[in-house]
């Protein structure tokens, strides 16, 4: 992509921020992509000012109206999906074609919302007296912000902008330090749609300056809402700074996804669904499979017939074509796969692929399989984030729910099962907020995305995801 291309989509809106430059790195050749203004705390402050004078227009707008909008920004991002994929790509590794299917993902939720923006229905409650009318009105909550990861650096943001924008909201968004271009050429996109200054911002900042962003969002009690995606260890530090304005919340925070095998499961199906959810993104996703458990009487033939599925792989830039498995974000998330690795090793575990860095670059691993884990060590306990596969032997169906639900986290689980009454009772057993019975790849902007336990609260897409950008208000009228 050409320098004249990357302005282009990026517009001009970054450039008046005053804090020192970012340079965006392509972590599969580790040159430098582009250099952009950061943001400062201030630029923070005065965004939040720009939005809470937005939001009222904004708000007092039809639904009709914002419908029609979010439907022109769904159109100019499926218009631009080749030049959207090609910046996903080249800022955060992922293959190309992982990309434009993000891209598609992404735009699917701006297009979900522009339809829910007609449907924010009320309801009349029953009286409980003859001389008195009791309704309840659904109202936009306020400004909103949201801090978003690298790993999904488009989809993250649609998913929060679309549904806020669709209530009646304004949106400030501090996307990652590592992935802030893609965030760019999305704001470029919803203010050529016809999005009015001031009620959808941008905000990249480094590192150190993100912590103060995060800081402003919380303490300003101009914002009514915050929604974050990330670890578990942030969210906690953002529930207590926005305790003292007592905002309202969306967390979708650290995952452990189980992937339980069963005796009696399809075991073609269970590898295809396995390598679909473990190898996604090289295993850098949130729902991404964490840990295999599978059934010891068929631990060998689905081992084998992984192994072989794992193999066939490939490693390497995402903008080659065929490439299935990009570079991992940066050396930090090496040397944290590397650290897990030895420790499940130490406890008795066998890597029976893989297990190295790769001669491509400096943030490539290969695909990475492991037997004989134990359900103690750190890479069953902990999310590793990166393409390898611990797999765990169970014995019986009440032991595979106990290992799968011994974790602080709950967002995702997959299991694999031709019994009809196991699949009933194993899915009502699970502690997870989204369950995939039979498949690997669970996410759909028509349904609420989100987990429970440590691993968050609030939902984003369907009509919960509308739901929480929202506040009711309750009317007792005299007739």
């Not at 400030?172 to 959808?200: R, Y």
């Not at 269970?270 to 499979?289: D, L």
Request: hydrophobic content about 45%; aromatic content about 8%; some cysteine.
């Amino acid at each position: 992509m050409t320098r004249l291309n990357i302005e282009k989509l990026l517009g001009g809106e970054h450039l008046a921020l005053r804090g020192p430059l970012i340079a965006v790195t392509n972590p599969a050749t580790q040159k430098v992509v582009w250099e952009l203004p950061s943001a400062s705390k201030q630029d923070a402050l005065d965004a939040i000012e720009k939005s809470a004078s937005a939001f009222k227009p904004w708000s007092r707008r039809t639904a009709a109206d914002r419908s029609k909008i979010l439907r022109k920004w769904y159109e100019l991002l499926s218009a631009n999906e080749n030049e959207l994929a090609t910046l996903i790509t080249l800022e955060g590794g992922k293959p190309f074609a992982e990309a434009v299917g993000e891209v598609r993902y992404g735009a699917a939720y701006v297009e979900w919302f522009s339809e829910e923006a007609r449907r924010a229905y009320g309801e009349v409650i029953p009286s409980n007296a003859l001389d008195r009318r009791l309704t309840v009105m659904k109202e936009p909550v306020g400004v909103c912000a949201a801090i978003t990861p690298w790993n999904f650096p488009l989809a993250m943001i649609t998913r929060k902008v679309a549904p806020a924008l669709a209530a009646g909201c304004t949106m400030l968004v501090k996307p990652s330090e590592l992935t802030p271009l893609t965030a760019l050429a999305v704001l470029k996109l919803a203010i050529d749609a016809g999005i009015p200054p001031g009620v959808f911002q941008v905000l990249p900042a480094d590192e150190a300056t993100s912590v103060q962003i995060g800081e402003a969002f919380c303490n300003a009690p101009l914002v009514r809402k915050l929604s974050f995606t990330g670890s578990t260890e942030v969210g906690r530090i953002l529930m207590r700074q926005s305790s003292v304005t007592v905002k309202k919340l969306s967390l979708e925070l650290g995952g452990n996804a189980p992937f339980i095998v069963f005796d009696d499961a399809d075991l073609d199906a269970a590898v295809h669904g396995a390598i679909a959810s473990k190898f996604r993104n090289a295993g850098q996703t949130c729902v991404c499979s964490n840990r295999f458990l599978v059934h010891r009487s068929v631990h060998k033939s689905f081992v084998d017939k992984f192994l072989s599925a794992v193999q066939c792989l490939k490693l390497g830039n995402g903008m080659d074509p065929g490439t299935d498995v990009g570079p991992l974000i940066d050396y930090h998330a090496i040397a944290r796969i590397e650290s897990v690795i030895k420790d499940a090793v130490a406890g008795g575990a066998k890597i029976v692929t893989g297990g190295s860095p790769s001669e491509l670059g400096a943030s490539f691993y290969e695909p990475t399989v492991l037997v004989d884990v134990s359900p103690e060590s750190e890479i069953v306990r902990e999310e590793i984030f990166g393409p390898v596969a611990p797999i765990v032997v169970f014995d019986t169906e009440e032991e595979a729910v106990e290992l799968a639900n011994a974790s602080i986290y709950g967002l995702a689980a997959y299991f694999y099962s031709e019994n009809a009454r196991r699949c009933g009772r194993v899915l009502g057993a699970l502690e997870f907020g989204m369950v995939g019975v039979n498949t690997g790849l669970i996410s759909t902007e028509v349904a609420p995305f989100g987990g429970n336990k440590q691993s968050g609260f609030g939902r984003e897409g369907g009509r919960a995801g509308l739901e929480d950008y929202m506040t009711m208000k309750y009317a007792c009228s005299a007739v």
